[in-house]
């Protein structure tokens, strides 16, 4: 077997502008995907608009099962998910359910009975 020297690797300036392109095109991209990845991380934005749940729009963006449940909350303004069951038809287990989605969402809020009359051990979800 022979020893063989292993070439040392030397950096020299870019000199070239067919290099100084790409590089900046490289640069470009790298810049976008980094601005993406921070829009991703912030989250997801807020959907409620001018004091109301939602506008039309962002409702037929919803499936069609958080559609209903989110027109239900806001019929009934502030309710436990058995008082959005009884307006929707579903169980109240399903309508707990979509009712945490739409709070993760941001469209809905949620926090233990605090009002007068309401109990403190039960959820309450409004708009």
């Known amino acids: 077997m022979s020893n063989r020297k292993t070439d040392k690797c030397v950096i020299h300036p870019i000199t070239m502008n067919g290099e100084e392109t790409i590089l900046a095109e490289i640069r470009d991209i790298l810049a976008g995907i980094s601005a993406k990845l921070d829009k991703l991380s912030a989250g997801p934005e807020k959907k409620v608009i001018s004091g109301e749940i939602l506008d039309a729009a962002t409702l037929?963006?919803?499936?069609?099962?958080?559609?209903?449940?989110?027109?239900?909350i806001h019929a009934v303004g502030r309710g436990t998910a058995e008082d959005v069951a009884k307006e929707t038809g579903n169980s109240r287990s399903i309508e707990?359910?979509?009712l945490n989605q739409l709070v993760r969402q941001g469209y809905v809020k949620r926090e233990r009975g605090k009002l007068k009359g309401e109990a403190p051990k039960k959820v309450y979800f409004y708009v």
Request: no cysteine; aromatic share 6%; glycine share 6%.
């Open 96 to 98: 707990s359910a979509y």
């Open 60 to 72: 037929l963006g919803l499936p069609d099962h958080l559609r209903r449940t989110a027109m239900a």
